[in-house]
């Protein structure tokens, strides 16, 4: 076979003679996988910026894991575990979480690969090698990929506290990592972060197109974030003034998009497909990770983000029901909110609570004949069916395909920061300093939006904000990051998700202790690191 390949390569490349071929061009030359990337353009490197883009969506979408959503969900203080998929079951049966855990694997392995990424990039852009680029793009470059490393160094951090510290490319395969302190790699993503805050392009400089990409006001919300984590409520405070007196974005308080003409309000608007954008009317938009259906856009998503799936009611299990536009398409309800989120969170008239957000009404819509009889009457909210069948479930994630009405994936934006979580980072800083009455005007901003009533000082606690956090971002936030980072996950998660009516012991929350503030080293990371000691944290 080897030799009639290479007379087959010959013919077709025209050499003069067969014996012209040289037996060494089959010879497979195996490059390491940790070999190093040399960017000598600057095509090269946007090229290789898209590809830090792609990986961050791949948070989002874990292959063969449609339970990865809800990892970040149930056993907190929002959300029971319903049809659990398997890689969610440690983070509410905590006993079960052990450092041979896939989640932190995953989150482990994901934050590595972006570092390891960003490093390629930020090493070829400051090198002294690099010509024919502005010092203005080298910058705009070299702060794009440290955001994103200073990104994934804050999901570690939150993750598992202190981690090893890898500021340049790996080229050989290592086996001596130490944990850093974790002042030490605080102090690194603030580096990367400020960096990225001072040299990224404000968001009304893109060009509409480009409006996905990194914009200063991102590095800016990140750093609040950071900075609350690490206790520093004034410098926290500053970050989030700087988004929220841009001028650059607005709470939206009007109705807008692709339906505004039909049943709904301001706050489901922003959530409709086709509205997400920036571009799309989307004012409050600081970070829009942007989909298109890989059917009509290859690589317009990696993977099949299941998030719809996770959250969304398994209404079709009922006879009479079918998928639908009008219902946000097919879910399975791989959780549920709990009882504390639909009875006890909301004001009435809270405009986040209403029908277009909280879907808690149905109607049958199969016209088969055989439902002529209930076809178009209101679903009778009884029964067992309750739990995950006709629950109550969040708006926010509704994608209908009818070309896909079983629902393979969902291809729909994913917004990643909004000016709605800013007044919330800085109510929170603000109370960290005992600026009670600055913090109850933080929040008022969002009440008033969503017709709720307004809060004084009195009101304000931490506990407040959080629930506040929860009636807004629901759905959105990283809700078990949200409360590792608060240090409040043990407290509210007993207090408040203790109690599934229904469902069997082993989906309850149990075993949840101060340990589980952090997820555990993964046990395949301290077993291959070989010539040094990769401490595990406490109590795994």
């Given at each position: 076979m080897r030799k009639y390949i290479k007379i087959f390569v010959c013919a077709c490349v025209g050499l003069p003679?067969?014996?012209?071929?040289?037996?060494?061009?089959?010879?497979?030359?195996?490059?390491?996988?940790?070999?190093?990337?040399?960017?000598?353009?600057l095509p090269g490197l946007e090229a290789s910026l898209i590809g830090l883009y792609n990986h961050n969506s791949t948070f989002y979408s874990v292959s063969g894991?449609?339970?990865?959503?809800?990892?970040?969900?149930?056993?907190t203080d929002v959300a029971w575990p319903i049809q659990p998929q398997g890689v969610e079951v440690p983070y509410y049966d905590y006993n079960t979480l052990t450092p041979l855990d896939g989640a932190a694997d995953i989150t482990w392995n994901w934050s590595y690969?972006?570092?390891?990424?960003?490093?390629?990039?930020?090493?070829?852009?400051?090198?002294?090698?690099?010509?024919?680029?502005?010092?203005?793009?080298?910058?705009?470059?070299?702060?794009?990929?440290?955001?994103?490393?200073?990104?994934?160094?804050?999901?570690?951090?939150?993750?598992?506290?202190?981690?090893?510290?890898?500021?340049e490319p790996l080229t050989a395969p290592k086996t001596d990592f130490v944990r850093a302190p974790l002042e030490d790699v605080n102090n690194q993503i603030l580096t990367d972060l400020q960096f990225a805050a001072e040299n990224l392009p404000d968001i009304n400089d893109i060009p509409a197109a480009r409006q996905a990409r990194a914009n200063k006001y991102m590095a800016n919300q990140l750093l609040a974030e950071v900075y609350l984590r690490i206790g520093e409520p004034a410098?926290?405070?500053?970050?989030?003034n700087i988004v929220i007196n841009s001028g650059a974005f607005s709470?939206?308080?009007?109705?807008?998009?692709?339906?505004?003409?039909?049943?709904?309000?301001?706050?489901?608007?922003?959530?409709?497909?086709?509205?997400?954008?920036?571009?799309?009317?989307?004012?409050?938009?600081?970070?829009?990770?942007?989909?298109?259906?890989?059917?009509?856009?290859?690589?317009?998503?990696?993977?099949?983000?299941?998030?719809?799936?996770?959250?969304?009611?398994?209404?079709?299990?009922?006879?009479?029901?079918?998928?639908?536009?009008?219902?946000?398409?097919?879910?399975?309800?791989?959780?549920?909110?709990?009882?504390?989120?639909?009875?006890?969170?909301?004001?009435?008239?809270?405009?986040?609570?209403?029908?277009h957000n909280i879907r808690r009404d149905y109607w049958y819509n199969d016209p088969d004949p055989k439902y002529s009889d209930i076809y178009k009457t209101k679903v009778p909210y009884e029964t067992a069916d309750t739990l995950f069948i006709?629950?109550?479930?969040?708006?926010?994630?509704?994608?209908?395909?009818?070309?896909?009405?079983?629902?393979?994936?969902?291809?729909?934006?994913?917004?990643?920061m909004r000016l709605g979580e800013t007044y919330l980072l800085r109510a929170e800083a603000q109370f960290m300093q005992g600026k009670l009455a600055e913090a109850a005007e933080s929040i008022n901003m969002l009440r008033?939006?969503?017709?709720?009533?307004?809060?004084?000082?009195?009101?304000?606690?931490?506990?407040?904000?959080?629930?506040?956090?929860?009636?807004?971002?629901?759905?959105?936030?990283?809700?078990?990051?949200?409360l590792m980072r608060t240090g409040t996950l043990v407290e509210r998660a007993n207090r408040l998700n203790t109690s599934i009516p229904g469902l069997p012991e082993n989906r309850q929350i149990t075993g949840l202790s101060e340990m589980h503030l952090l997820m555990p080293i993964p046990q395949n990371e301290i077993d291959l690191n070989k010539d040094a000691v990769l401490d595990q944290n406490p109590g795994y």
């Open positions: 003679a067969i014996t012209a071929c040289d037996d060494s061009f089959l010879d497979e030359e195996v490059l390491s996988s940790y070999s190093p990337t040399t960017l000598r353009d894991q449609q339970g990865w959503p809800s990892v970040w969900q149930v056993g690969t972006m570092i390891n990424n960003a490093n390629v990039i930020i090493q070829n852009v400051e090198s002294p090698d690099l010509t024919g680029v502005p010092d203005t793009e080298k910058d705009r470059i070299n702060a794009e990929a440290r955001f994103f490393r200073g990104l994934a160094y804050n999901t570690l951090a939150t993750a598992f506290g202190g981690v090893p510290l890898v500021t410098q926290a405070e500053e970050q989030a709470l939206v308080t009007e109705r807008y998009g692709v339906m505004a003409n039909q049943p709904g309000d301001p706050f489901s608007d922003m959530f409709k497909f086709g509205n997400q954008r920036r571009r799309q009317g989307n004012t409050e938009a600081i970070w829009v990770m942007e989909a298109e259906n890989p059917r009509d856009v290859p690589g317009g998503m990696t993977g099949a983000p299941q998030q719809r799936r996770n959250w969304q009611a398994s209404y079709h299990s009922r006879p009479g029901l079918i998928p639908a536009d009008s219902l946000g398409g097919r879910g399975i309800a791989r959780l549920r909110l709990n009882n504390w989120v639909l009875y006890n969170l909301y004001d009435e008239g809270d405009m986040r609570n209403s029908q006709i629950n109550p479930y969040t708006t926010k994630w509704g994608h209908f395909d009818p070309q896909d009405v079983f629902g393979f994936g969902m291809w729909k934006d994913f917004i990643l008033e939006r969503a017709d709720a009533p307004l809060v004084s000082a009195a009101d304000i606690n931490l506990d407040f904000i959080l629930d506040e956090r929860a009636r807004e971002l629901i759905g959105e936030e990283n809700r078990r990051f949200t």
